[in-house]
């Protein structure tokens, strides 16, 4: 079965620390890997999107890409209490037009 | 600015009702999506829609149905609801390309069937 797959976390981190966000994914073929934040009882919000291997940055974020081992990464650098969310990964596994989530990371920035 | 909206933030209805949601978003996006989630379950696709009355059937589309008559509008249609169709319903929109697959998410409908 085609997955996305993250640690549930919660992953706590002091304030101003870096926060490093995993995922795995079981499709070779993936083209496309995207980074979400929700907040508690709020809908996903995009913060990365990345598409070639390597790093991509964007602010705090960097997201970091490497098809040979099919894993993304998310680091958020200087972390703030209001980072504090819920951080899902999507790919497209395989599939035209469409992502699968991962089920997501809680993450916990400790002032 | 994208904006995908939904036609309400709660909703609570009984066993056996027929329920409508609706989504509407202003980008021109060609594709839309249903997705309900559950806790531990995370984000499952209900039924996704690349043109106007084009659907294609997702991870989870028993028990629901859509229906797309214009590019804006998507609606997401539960026959008879159910008690394990309670869940928070999220609706999203994205556009073929050239930043292809970066869906954007309405604000959700929180759906209890009694």
């Known amino acids: 079965q085609k997955e996305v797959e993250q640690n549930s976390g919660p992953l706590s981190v002091p304030e101003g620390a870096i926060a490093s966000l995993n995922c795995t994914y079981s499709?070779?073929?993936?083209?496309?890997f995207f980074w979400y934040r929700q907040y508690s009882g709020k809908s996903p919000e995009l913060i990365m999107s990345?598409?070639?291997?390597g790093d991509k940055e964007d602010g705090r974020f960097t997201a970091q890409l490497n098809k040979a081992s099919q894993y993304v990464s998310l680091l958020i650098r200087d972390s703030q209490p209001s980072d504090s969310a819920t951080y899902l990964c999507a790919v497209d596994l395989g599939g035209y037009q469409k992502v699968t989530f991962g089920t997501g990371t809680k993450l916990q920035v400790i002032p | 600015d994208v904006k995908v909206t939904q036609s309400s933030r709660y909703l609570v209805k009984r066993t056996g009702e027929k329920v409508f949601l609706e989504c509407v978003q202003d980008?021109?996006?060609?594709?839309m999506f249903w997705y309900r989630q559950d806790p531990g379950l995370g984000l499952r696709l209900i039924y996704f829609?690349?043109?106007?009355?084009?659907?294609e059937k997702g991870d989870i589309p028993e028990g629901y149905s859509v229906s797309r008559e214009k590019k804006e509008r998507f609606s997401l249609i539960l026959e008879s609801a159910s008690t394990n169709q309670t869940s928070m319903y999220l609706c999203?929109?994205?556009?073929?390309?050239?930043?292809?697959?970066?869906?954007?998410f309405g604000p959700g409908t929180r759906l209890t069937v009694l």
């Open positions: 990345i598409y070639s291997n």
């Open positions: 980008m021109d996006h060609e594709n």
């Open positions: 499709d070779r073929v993936s083209q496309s």
């Open positions: 999203a929109s994205s556009s073929p390309g050239p930043e292809y697959n970066e869906q954007f």
């Open positions: 829609s690349y043109d106007v009355k084009m659907k």
